[in-house]
């Protein structure tokens, strides 16, 4: 099979790694992602520094941060010379002498992250002639993530309707089996591509109390409720299921911390404006640990909020009790 036989970006950004160190030198080569001020290291072809898939460094700290506004040079031998690379304080924690760099962009033009190399010895003024290799390899990158983002967001609509099967009779959400179908999906794309992902998860409050006192068919009609004003309230992309009795998830895909709040907001609104009771808690993806840790904090999260509820109606019943008594 020829070396640049590859179907994926994964594969292409290998080879092209591999490549560039053997024609360029250098003792790391990475293709990384940038979201928020979180710096994630997607591939490394690593030769003496000890940096691996899924580390996650501060973007501001980084000599790329200054290389796509324009601020330095994408390629400097000798990167001590150039200021803003020297006072970096990336520079401060790991031997760097010598410096490549290029932006890798999303179709719509913003920054999806970088094309890089350091090296612990300078070069000399050869390496600048290397620059238009370097870019052309950069650009084929986009290209191809380009074409597989496409091909991703194709893939999820089609996902979407295959897990049919998987949906709660009740709802008409997903259920259990759909969740973790999705989870696992996700979680390889988030491993791929530096996703950020919010985790959501709804518990019902009071659906016991209601079925008791009311009967099954009320505790349906709650559930209905609390279903229908989350999947309105959802963004298209989002998983939203009901996992049994009054439990509820959402994942949210390719959302920022802000995004994951404003989400957050609307997510509790929805079900005030139908009049549901729930303890809601969330968590976002850390590329270092990955969905189910993000599932686990949100159940956390979750319990804490429902136990804050029930600690704060227990003080209004005392207060209202000690104002009836002192009434009497």
Partial sequence: MSPWSFDSFESAGQAILKFLHQRVGFDLWMITRTEGDDWIVLQTEDHGYGVKPGQVFRWADSFCSHMVKGNAPCIAPRSNDIELYATAPIARQVNIQAYIGQPLLKSNGELFGTLCAINPQPH??????????????????????????????????????????MTDELTQLYNRGGWEHFIALEEERSQRYGYLSAVYVI???????????????????????AAHALRCMARQTDIVARLGGDEFSILSIEI????????????????????????VGFALRHPSFGLQ??????DQQMYFHKRSKKASHAELELDRQLEAKHQH
């Fill in 124 to 165: 000399d003024d050869k390496l600048l002639q290397e620059k238009d290799l370097i870019e052309f390899m950069a650009a084929l990158l986009t290209h191809i993530l380009h074409i597989e983002l496409k091909q991703t967001e194709q893939t999820r609509q089609i996902e979407r309707l295959q897990a049919k099967a």
């Fill in 256 to 279: 920022d911390h802000a995004g994951a709040e404003t989400l957050l907001g609307r997510i509790q609104q929805a079900l005030q404006q139908v009049q549901v009771d729930a303890s």
């Fill in 293 to 298: 840790q993000a599932i686990s904090q949100a």
């Fill in 203 to 225: 518990d019902l409050d009071g659906l016991k109390e209601v079925n008791d006192t009311l009967g099954h068919a009320a505790g349906d009609e709650l559930i209905q409720r």
